[in-house]
């Protein structure tokens, strides 16, 4: 299991590194998103891999917090979902807007010279 | 308790006066005078009832907590010394207002003035009276900053931007090193209170962080009082209006820096390397200064450097480290702050009413301004250091001490001399200055006739010449019990016996004083001829100037070494910074493994899931085929993307984190859509692949490709290792057991998001906010560009085919595009809400909660835009999101605000369960109200950044009709 996760987290951060070092801005932002998934996998398995123990407890008595998923790094994976998107979506204007103003959509705001 | 809140009044006047004055018109000359001429007034009554108590040697202080975690308290202090300070700071203040009244243009933004003028008189007062160091680095740092907006009044003129900077840079960059001085004080002594710092003398004397907290002090105090070797700003600091000049210049914020090293003297001096430094930069100061003095030709430029001597004559004193130096040094300190501020009025008002400040152009001004060259002449006598005047007095004082003192060091030995010859230096400027202006012949072609000032602006100078008179007449009767209160403060049970008198016999000092006049005045007739065409500066030395070299060494820092730095290690392209961020990571990831001794476990195959591995096996794929379709295809990048993100998405689900897999899958959602709006408006690619890729291009893809392993397969064993380390005991325990009893929700992770950590969710939110209206804001001004404006290529092809369809018309199949899929999206909006209102309510228990419901009801609003388009939806819809997002952060503040009223701290939540009839039993957590705000939030931010995209394509028909009129005109 642990496994399984850790190279799929790999290979989500091999194909967003290898796209934000690309020149056309697409490419970056489609590697910023698979980044975001890495990490925030990587967030979330801090917490450890539990299964069918979700955090939501039965209600009233005590609690015995081993038997449960760790909700702290899901805390924050959630907000980090939801700021995630925000920045792509601002990203995916600056794009949009310096394309129409450079007339390019390489990174630099201009064509390379050959 | 009365006297401590006066105390308080004293720092409030002046500010409240300034935002006053500021707020005045522009013409409101008199009433600015009056506003504060009253608050000066005020503030200058207070501090003479204080005189009484502090005359029985009590201290008043008025000490209020502030951040006492960190020793820092807002202590308001005043002593005898302080008071001293005080009643020149408000009594010249008060002067200077008045003469400025009279002395600035009606043309002059008079508010500016006045509003500055008075901000910069409570900073001062907070630095005399301030009761904490801490405190009194910030009041340092206020005068540094008034002082440069004073300097840099007529800000049209270069020379007054330039020397404010100057100003600036010098005492501003001063007071940093005090602060780090003070904080090593505080350190030693263990409290930044001013009381308990001049109690522990010997601890701090005895410490080995002594030596770097005095000279950091030090630098902070000789560059506020213009000593050698920083003495460069004062003279350019004169291109500021004279009031200005009389008031920082003689009496506050130059003798700032004097004032903190007497308030000090007590702790640091009486050192070697006290009397070394300031002793040597004293002397250097008092000399140079005299020096330079005689040979300017700017009334102003030389009553200048005779401060920047006057100055160092002060310094000189408190090196010296014998209580009676000290006497003398405060004793000078008002004596200099009296005939200097006269003579800056002097000089004022003389080139107020000749034009001119040139002493080679002025001559002869006695017979058209007889009351103001007496007067003048008065305060330069004092300023010569002629018997019967206030400045004689100390001076003598200086000159005996320069006598009593023997440290042994060739600094102690020159001291007489370098006394002497100073003083001969300032007769000789002294002189200059009168016999120069008011005597020889008539004066040729000024610009304008001179005449005498109206009789306001004289006032000030006749009653500060009084005083300098008076005091020097019969000073213990004047000034005898005011300075014994300043000097008992400073020195405490060392105040030795001095005597005030004006005759002290024949003795050492004497002679000295008559070598200086006769001396002085040989050297002003050897000079005179000289000096009456010499250009501005002393020769020689003319070319040394401090200034040059400053404003050198400021370019090389911040302009060529800056250029050099940007061509050589800089980059204006992304890629690089990029490659050089992730390499930097890599490394930043991998040194602490290297230095742990990190071993690679054997990886366990102990529960492994086929299911899971699949579903995984086509996630990677997914990645990897985004990662090579993105340049070319970016649709189907796009969608692996998605199917990346689903995989994600179904891993929250596999291990127990049900509101992670419900937040993702939304979000996913809107991420799709908001790239496909995107895509429209990218340049199109070429379909052809181009191979002629050249070789340092396929080295960086190389390079790019072994970085992009690297990286990977080092996150994938560090989170293996991590994933496999047992856990250690986590705050998260804590959560879990009182998610229930405290937070009221049995959902732990939307109990931590709105209840334990709910300042980082007001946090994170508040994020939110701002980049939907940064979105909303870029895009209000975008240009598509040019080859993005026209009809899409698949609008063509079924216009082209309604074209040649005889029972067609153009725009028919474009109408009815995704007609069933519309219709039911449509439908499914009241269900979509349903949902979202769902997940809302029942967040605090089960999965669920704001941020998802959030999404979900954008996600049905967008709905709506993609089957009907955006002004089918705006016809029928008013969406607002703006108000969405404003009513949701207020909502969350408020709740948090809300805990105020009971007393307890913000976002104290608050929870019951409350029974609803035939529905549910509800939980009305105030937590739950807080999540309403996060949840209107969500939905405003999202819906608003959707839409904006959306809005694009209403402007290119706009864009398209601009170009095609265009076309037609050209």
Known sequence: MELVLALGIGFLVSSGVWLILRPRTYQVIIGLSLLSYAVNLFIFSMGRLVVDRPPVLPGAGTVDPAAYADPLPQALVLTAIVIGFATTALFLVVLLAARGLTGTDHVDGREPER | MTEANLLLLLIVLPFMGSVLASMLPGSARNSEAWLSGGITLAAFAIAVSFFPTLAQGEVISRPVEWLPEYGLSFTLRMDGFAWLFTMLITGIGFLVVLYARYYMSPKDPIPRFFSFLLAFMG??????????????????????????????????????????????TLTGGGGLCLLVGLVMIGHMVGSYELDDVLASGNLIREHDLYAPALILILLGALTKSAQFPFHFWLPNAMAAPTPVSAYLHSATMVKAGVFLLA??????????????????????????????????????????????????????????????????????????????????????????????????????????????????????????????????????????ETLEQHHGSLL?????????????????????????????????????????????????????????????????????????????????????????????????PMLMSVIALVGGLLIYLALQRYLARSVDGAPYLRNLKGQRIFERILVTISWRMARWAEANFGTRRLQPQLRLVVFLAFIAGLWPLFRGGFQLELPRLAGFDPVFAAIWFVGIICALGA???????????????????????????????????????????????????????????????????????????????????????????????????????????????????????????????????????????????????????????????????????????????????????????????????????????????????????????????????????????????????????????????????????????????????????????????????????????????????????????????????AHQSIRSHRARAVEAARAEEG
Not at chain 2, 146 to 155: A, E, Q, R
Not at chain 2, 276 to 291: E, R
Not at chain 2, 443 to 470: A, Q
Not at chain 2, 675 to 696: C, Y
Request: proline residues 5%; glycine residues 10%; charged residues 15%.
């Open chain 2, 123 to 168: 900073a001062m007062q907070g630095v005399v009276i301030s009761g904490n160091l801490i405190l009194l680095a910030i009041f340092w740092e206020l005068t540094s900053i008034f002082s440069f907006l004073l300097i840099g009044y007529w800000h049209h003129n270069q020379a007054a931007r330039d020397g404010a900077r100057m100003a600036l």
């Open chain 2, 263 to 400: 308030r000090l003297w007590p702790v640091l001096s009486g050192t070697d390397e006290w009397f070394l430094i300031v002793g040597f930069a004293g002397m250097s100061t008092l000399l140079l200064g005299a020096f330079f003095a005689i040979f300017q030709q700017d009334l102003k430029g030389l009553l200048a450097y005779s401060t920047i001597s006057h100055l160092g004559l002060i310094t000189t004193l408190l090196s010296l480290g014998s209580p009676l130096a000290a006497v003398a040094a405060i004793f000078h300190m008002i004596n200099h702050a009296t005939f200097k501020a006269s003579l800056f009025m002097a000089a004022g008002i003389i080139d107020h009413e000749a034009g001119t400040r040139d002493m080679r152009r002025l001559s002869g001004l006695f017979s058209f301004m007889p009351f103001t060259a007496t007067l003048a002449m008065v305060a330069g006598a004092a300023m010569a250091g002629v018997p019967l005047l206030n400045g004689f007095l100390s001076k003598e004082m200086f000159f005996a």
């Open chain 2, 412 to 508: 102690d030995g020159v001291a007489p001399y370098v006394a002497t010859i100073a003083g001969a230096f300032a007769v000789t400027y002294s002189v200059r200055f009168i016999h120069t202006v008011f005597f020889g012949p008539k004066p040729v072609d000024l610009p304008r006739i001179p005449h005498e000032p109206p009789h306001w602006m004289r006032r000030p100078i006749e009653f500060l010449v009084l005083m300098c008179l008076i005091v020097g007449i019969v000073p213990g009767l004047t000034i005898g019990p005011y300075l014994d209160v300043g000097v008992r403060a400073v020195l405490g049970s060392r105040t030795p016996e001095y005597s005030l008198a004006v005759w002290h016999g024949f003795n050492t």
């Open chain 2, 627 to 949: 990662a090579y379709q993105a340049k070319y295809h970016r649709l189907a990048a796009l969608v692996l993307m998605g199917g990346a993100g689903i995989v994600t998405c179904i891993t929250f689900v596999w291990f127990s984190a049900p509101d992670l897999a419900v937040t993702q899958l939304l979000v996913e959602i809107v991420t799709t859509v908001l790239i496909l709006l995107g895509l429209r408006w990218l340049p199109k690619r070429l379909e052809a692949v181009d191979n002629s890729v050249t070789a340092p291009a396929r080295m960086r893809r190389h390079r790019d490709f072994i970085l992009a392993m690297v990286s990977g397969a080092g996150m994938a064993v560090l989170a293996y290792t991590m994933m496999t380390t047992p856990m250690p005991e986590t705050i998260s325990d804590f959560f879990m057991t009182r998610a229930y009893s405290e937070g009221g929700g049995t959902n732990v992770v939307n109990v931590i998001l709105v209840d334990f950590r709910g300042f980082d969710t007001l946090g994170e939110i508040t994020v939110l906010g701002i980049v939907a209206l940064t979105v909303f804001a870029l895009l209000r001004r975008f240009r598509p560009a040019f080859d993005s404006i026209g009809v899409t290529e698949q609008q063509r092809i079924q216009n082209e085919f309604d074209d040649a369809a005889a029972d067609r018309e153009i725009g028919a199949t474009v109408r009815d595009y995704l007609m069933v899929p519309s219709v039911i999206m449509q439908w499914m909006f009241p269900v979509i809400i349903t949902i979202s209102a769902y997940l809302f309510l029942r967040g605090h228990d089960l999965p669920g909660g704001g941020f998802a419901a959030g999404i979900a009801l954008a996600i049905g609003f967008l709905l709506q835009y993609l089957a009907g388009g955006t002004r089918w939806v705006e016809d029928r819809l008013r969406i607002l999101p703006v108000k969405w997002i404003g009513f949701g952060l207020l909502i969350a503040a408020f709740t948090g605000m809300g805990s105020w009223l009971f007393g307890f701290p913000f976002l104290t939540s608050f929870f019951r369960y409350v029974e609803i009839p035939y529905i549910a039993k509800m939980p009305a957590a105030s937590a739950l109200l807080f999540d309403l705000g996060v949840f209107g939030l969500v939905v405003g931010a999202t819906v608003l950044m959707l839409i904006a995209i």
